[in-house]
Nanobody, 119 residues
Framework: QVQLVESGGGLVQPGGSLNLSCAASNSISDPFDWGWYRQAPGNQRDLVAVAWNNGVTHYAEAVKARFTISRDNAYNTVYLQMNSLKPEDTAVYYC?????????????WGQGTQVTVSS
């Protein structure tokens, strides 16, 4: 069983930056994808960014050119660098790990970290 531990959330002023990190508790030998999602109060959980096992990344339109997802496979960690933050980025951010072994996919979620953008 893999546990994910997130860190890096907090309160920041509009225009500021934050860097979220998410570390897996175990070494991961299978192919895996990393993702970041966010959920604001009263809203569904939405995809923010994904870093697939093949190295390709994808971003939600709302965060393109402002957020960067990166993965450090040596340390089983994923990061989300968030720049030019806006009040509408305020949400709980969750990391997700998908591992693949043949036809089987396993999904793991972090505990969530609060990001608040406010002056």
């Amino acid at each position: 069983q893999v546990q994910l531990v997130e860190s890096g959330g907090g309160l920041v002023q509009p225009g500021g930056s934050l860097n979220l990190s998410c570390a897996a508790s175990n070494s991961i030998s299978d192919p895996f994808d990393w993702g970041w999602y966010r959920q604001a109060p009263g809203n569904q959980r939405d995809l923010v960014a994904v870093a697939w096992n093949n190295g390709v990344t994808h971003y939600a339109e709302a965060v393109k050119a402002r957020f960067t997802i990166s993965r450090d496979n040596a340390y089983n960690t994923v990061y989300l660098q968030m720049n030019s933050l806006k009040p509408e980025d305020t949400a709980v951010y969750y990391c997700k790990l998908d591992t693949f072994r043949g036809p089987l996919r396993s999904e793991y979620w972090g505990q969530g970290t609060q990001v608040t953008v406010s002056s």
